[in-house]
């Protein structure tokens, strides 16, 4: 499908939960967050039906985010669900990768294909502090037990404040040198202030040839991050959300006052 500025949209990122097992300051407050009920999570069934419902209007591109995607209860058979339907070309996950290493076969027999890997520093200690008491072990743990898996390419996206020069910036671009990983930079963003730039080394952010949509873990469909505007799947249906979504995609973001990203999934 296009949008009304003429961009193709063939790219779905499914939150499928707003739980994580980490706690990074650019992202969670220190004091934790009013988490969604069970039912006010959209069941597997639901999740697959929206899915089916895009690749049907020419979404070829499916990204599994959360929150921390991995803690969903039976996130392999969701995979497995997805990784089902006909008709999907790239299909990943955006994971913390703190439990890869227990899901990472299971996931490659689910078909997916690759994963995006979270990791902004490799001091041990800072990693700690970031990710409010994290283990960074456990992330190299996960990095190798994807590529054993096969779920490759391995992207890492690695937030930096200002530029790509910075120490632990450099440090993390070696590490996935040595390791065959793709690094992409994001800057610390702001949704509530419209503080966003393009993703160096990948594609977000870039308004003018912006290809996605977003189903949050509570059944909306967000045409843009940095928007307030969202279309209920359980109110509207999927095929009536989604067409809602694209024909109201604005032309570029601005701020978002009502999401957060993780229970919008980034
Ligand atoms: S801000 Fe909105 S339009 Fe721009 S790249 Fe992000 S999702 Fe797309």
């Given at each position: 499908?296009?949008?009304?500025?003429?961009r193709k949209?063939?790219y779905?990122?499914?939150?499928v939960?707003?739980?994580c097992?980490l706690r990074?300051t650019y992202?969670?407050?220190?004091?934790?967050?009013q988490?969604l009920s069970h039912?006010d999570?959209l069941?597997?069934?639901?999740?697959?039906?929206?899915?089916?419902a895009?690749?049907?209007?020419?979404v070829?591109k499916?990204?599994?985010?959360?929150?921390?995607?991995?803690?969903r209860?039976?996130i392999?058979?969701l995979a497995?669900m997805?990784?089902?339907?006909?008709g999907i070309?790239d299909?990943?996950?955006t994971?913390?990768?703190?439990?890869?290493?227990k899901?990472?076969?299971d996931?490659?027999?689910?078909?997916?294909?690759?994963?995006?890997?979270?990791?902004?520093?490799?001091d041990?200690?800072?990693?700690?502090?970031i990710?409010r008491?994290?283990?960074?072990q456990?992330?190299f743990?996960g990095?190798q037990?994807?590529k054993?898996?096969?779920l490759e390419?391995?992207?890492?996206?690695?937030?930096?404040k200002?530029n790509?020069q910075?120490?632990d910036a450099?440090a993390?671009a070696?590490?996935c040198?040595?390791?065959?990983?793709?690094?992409?930079?994001?800057?610390?963003?702001d949704l509530?202030k419209g503080e966003?730039?393009?993703?160096?080394?990948g594609?977000?952010?870039?308004c003018?040839?912006c290809n996605?949509?977003?189903?949050?873990a509570?059944?909306?469909?967000?045409?843009?991050?940095f928007?307030?505007?969202?279309?209920?799947?359980?109110?509207?249906?999927a095929?009536?959300?989604?067409d809602?979504?694209?024909?109201?995609?604005?032309?570029?973001?601005?701020?978002?006052?009502?999401?957060?990203?993780?229970?919008?999934g980034g």
């Open positions: 499908m296009f949008d009304r500025y003429n949209i063939n779905l990122r499914i939150s939960t707003d739980r097992n990074c992202c969670m407050p220190e004091d934790g967050v988490l039912q999570i069941n597997f069934d639901e999740i697959v039906e929206v899915t089916r895009a690749v049907r209007k020419g070829d499916i990204r599994i985010t959360g929150g921390e995607p991995l803690i209860k039976g392999i058979d497995k997805i990784g089902e339907i006909d070309k299909y990943s996950m994971t913390n990768a703190i439990l890869l290493d899901y990472a076969d996931l490659a027999l689910a078909g997916l294909h690759r994963v995006n890997i979270s990791l902004d520093t490799l041990p200690e800072k990693f700690k502090a990710t008491g994290g283990d960074i456990k992330v743990d990095v037990a994807a054993k898996a096969g390419p391995i992207k890492v996206n690695c937030v930096i200002e790509n910075e120490p450099l993390v070696k590490y040198k040595e390791n065959g990983l793709h690094i992409r930079y994001i800057k610390e963003m509530e966003f730039s393009v993703v160096q080394g594609s977000g952010g870039d003018g040839t996605r949509i977003r189903l949050t509570n059944g909306t469909i967000k045409p843009c991050l928007s307030d505007i969202s279309y209920s799947v359980r109110e509207l249906g095929e009536r959300a989604i809602l979504a694209i024909g109201n995609k604005p032309q570029s973001g601005l701020t978002n006052v009502t999401g957060k990203f993780y229970n919008i």
